[in-house]
């Protein structure tokens, strides 16, 4: 499962992109200044660029038990992220930006927080099957 995740990650972020030239944007929360602005557009940009690292942050700790605390996914989740942006800027398909590697991270969590959850059900469940 995590294996077809990443394949869609790549394709997503890489290869279903043309190459426009490197490109890159450090200005911490631009997006976010944006969408206060008025500029609807970045919504999207900043909920789908959390959403796309979600899945990271389950699935993760469910094949590492080295990664099963907050903030060794917090770090991979940024890892990952930032491969993502190094990737993009190398290979001139896409942005590098600070907001994509923070809303990634923001994923990574949530995902991770959401893989708790869903962790403490299933102990719960099971106990009750006993």
Known sequence: MLL???AAVLYITVLSREPEGRRYDMEPFRSYSLLLDGNGFYFNQIFYNILMTVPFGMLVPLVSKKIR????ITFAGFCFSF???LTQYITGRGLFEFDDLFNNTIGAVLGYIFFLILSG???VYLRGKK
């Open 4 to 6: 077809i995740y990443f």
């Open 69 to 72: 605390t907050l903030p060794s």
């Open 83 to 85: 491969a993502i942006e």
């Open 121 to 123: 059900v299933m102990i």
